[in-house]
């Protein structure tokens, strides 16, 4: 079993309300042989949304200026309990996400900047052992 990035299965989850749509991975999904995801909505937070990156600092902040940090924390963390009830062992995640990028994100700058890094979903998945995939 693997975790999927839901906006893949063409869920219009992203911050700007749209989705990145892959059909492979959306089969996957409807196989039973994926379960989707999407750590921001676990965290409570709305659909649209500002646009969010990881600061310097550490801090997920807004492009309004509204430290977000808890809420891509506590999205993580379903995310991971969700991954650890299916046992996935695996994820494919959106790249450059503040929540799903596995080796650059955003730079926290709002400028299109990316810089070496993982999300907070993606780097909670390290953590615990689940291989993460940037698509």
Not at 59 to 79: Q, Y
Not at 91 to 117: E, I, N, Q, R, W
């Amino acid at each position: 079993m693997i975790i999927v990035s839901k906006c893949f299965t063409g869920a219009c989850c992203r911050y700007d309300g749209g989705s990145k749509p892959d059909e492979e991975i959306a089969r996957l999904v409807r196989e039973g042989k994926a379960v989707a995801v999407c750590p921001e909505q676990l965290g409570g937070l709305p659909i649209p949304r500002e646009p969010s990156e990881i600061a310097p600092d550490g801090r997920v902040m807004s492009r309004d200026g509204r430290d977000v940090t808890e809420n891509f924390v506590r999205g993580a963390m379903e995310a991971l309990r969700i991954a650890k009830s299916v046992g996935a062992t695996h994820a494919v995640l959106k790249a450059h996400s503040p929540s799903c990028g596995c080796g650059m994100v955003y730079d926290g700058s709002f400028t299109g900047k990316l810089c070496k890094g993982d999300g907070v979903t993606a780097s909670l998945f390290k953590a615990n052992g689940i291989t993460v995939e940037s698509h």
